[in-house]
């Protein structure tokens, strides 16, 4: 993995430590500010079924798996496109189906989205690819470096899981 | 038209310079389907960059050799032989002759199968058979003599699958191909799930447009230059850069991975927009089914 991404500054919204770990041992530093590569790491909402959920608590799992995703990639890709230069939005979380009908609604939404701005922003040599899966090990902060690097040049508007189920 | 100037095309590393160290498949042999020529032999020559041994299978016994000895450059002890991965007791066969040859197979890349443009009305049942079976009872065949060997032996392993990035939209002007390459990711969900509790990953890559001698496109008079403009990724795939990812699928890098179907097609499948050029059945494009201008 060394020199996956040499030079490379990451942004890392939200909590993975296999992913910090990794893109580390893969040469990239974090940064808070100007980014080549942005992460954004959903929690994972509590799991309810449908009827029991508020109104609230609904808004808050869009809010942070979907809403926050959108306009966080808005503005890094805005940042990639006044430098002139490409980028990576990488997007992590849970399976559709994995939690309730607020993640169902909100990695599908986000999932559809990845495509969407993959192709959109193909052409600034912005890529957006979102791994949704249970995983949180090695293995999600190895993929998650890959996908973020040149290696995974020609992959971007995938969505993709870990473990068999995702 | 060429991709305009201003627009930003993300490239990979070069070949010589693979994701892996060169030992990560040390002491492991890999057998690769279709293995001699085009996206076969960038798998192989992937794992052995990462120091795999490299059995190469193929219809053409000539074309396994001339594969294998591109493999064998690489510093990879390789074996050469001819299968028809539609029979069941070939498929056996040449698991013997690889494992007599190079040691027990532990690890499995299907590469095997065969496309053209054609419209549906004209593929012949031969042809049909031909497409389909190499690919759909070929990437079966195989994976089961494969995962049989390795639940015996009980030691676990990995399998990765070349599908392709049409899977889910259809292909017009190819219906063999599309039925094959759909059929080969949806079995590699099932067979994960099958050989998860014995520790054998099955994975694909849904792959985009990767030029190589092989391939239709490559037959073209203008060759492959003028379609890069028509990916949003601004060029046809490298070839090596799907070798990289379909080997990355089985290394212990991605040691939890099964089960999945990555698209790797710079977003070719997903260029569509509501307003879009007039529709022209596959039958009445003036370049043929795939139509490409």
């Known amino acids: 993995m060394t020199g996956w991404l040499a030079g490379k500054r990451v ?19 974090l940064a808070d500010g100007e980014a080549d590569i942005w992460v954004h790491v959903a929690p994972p909402p509590a799991t ?18 979907l809403d ?29 189906q994995a939690l309730g009908a607020d993640q169902a609604a909100a990695a599908g939404a986000l999932g ?13 040599g912005i890529r957006v690819n979102t791994i949704l899966t249970r995983e949180i090990g090695d293995t999600l902060g190895h993929l998650a470096a890959y996908l973020a690097s040149d290696y995974a040049a020609y992959v971007t508007g995938a969505v993709m899981g870990i473990a068999h189920g995702d | 038209m060429p991709v305009p100037v201003h627009h930003i095309v993300a490239l990979p590393p070069p070949f010589d310079a693979p994701p892996y160290p060169a030992d990560i498949f040390a002491g492991q042999v890999v057998l690769v389907t279709g293995g001699g020529s085009g996206m076969g032999l960038a798998m192989a020559k992937a794992f052995a960059q990462g120091g795999a041994d490299v059995a190469v299978m193929g219809r053409s016994l000539d074309r396994a050799q001339e594969g294998a000895a591109q493999i064998a450059a690489l510093g990879a002890r390789t074996h050469a032989m001819s299968c028809d991965v539609r029979l069941p007791a070939a498929v056996a066969a040449a698991f013997d002759e690889a494992e007599e040859a190079l040691g027990p197979i532990g690890l499995l890349a299907n590469n095997a ?19 389909t079976r190499i690919a759909i009872d070929g990437t079966f065949l195989c994976s089961t003599e494969y995962a049989r060997r390795r639940i015996a032996a009980g030691k676990g392993g990995a399998i990765v699958n070349n599908s392709a990035q049409y899977i889910w939209t259809g292909f017009p002007g190819d219906a063999h191909s599309a039925a094959a390459k759909t059929a080969q990711a949806t079995m590699t969900k099932k067979l994960a799930a099958d050989w998860a509790p014995h520790g054998i990953r099955v994975n694909a890559i849904a792959a985009g447009f990767f030029p190589h001698e092989g391939s239709v496109s490559a037959r073209r008079e203008e060759g492959v230059e003028p379609l890069q403009n028509m990916i949003p990724a601004g ?25 999945q179907v990555i698209v790797q097609d710079g977003g070719e499948s997903l ?23």
């Open chain 1, 11 to 29: 942004r890392i919204e939200g909590d993975s430590p296999a992913i910090a770990k990794a893109f580390a041992a893969a040469g990239a530093t």
């Open chain 1, 48 to 65: 309810r079924p449908a009827h029991e959920l508020s109104h609230a608590e609904w808004r808050a799992s869009l809010d942070a798996g």
């Open chain 1, 68 to 96: 926050r995703r959108f306009l966080g990639a808005r503005d890094f890709a805005a940042a990639c496109r006044a430098r002139g230069e490409g980028g990576v939005v990488l997007f992590v979380g849970a399976p559709e």
């Open chain 1, 112 to 124: 559809n989205l990845t495509k969407t701005l993959g192709v959109e922003w193909a052409r600034d």
């Open chain 2, 113 to 131: 199968g065969a496309n053209f443009p054609v419209l549906a009305e004209d593929i012949s049942p031969n042809a049909w058979n031909a497409v």
């Open chain 2, 235 to 259: 060029r046809t795939g490298s070839i090596w850069e799907f070798g990289w990812l379909s080997a990355m699928t089985c290394t212990p890098l991605f040691g939890a991975m099964t089960g």
């Open chain 2, 271 to 293: 260029r569509r927009s509501l307003i879009m050029p007039d529709y022209v059945p596959p039958r009445e494009r003036a370049d043929g089914p795939w139509g490409w201008k």
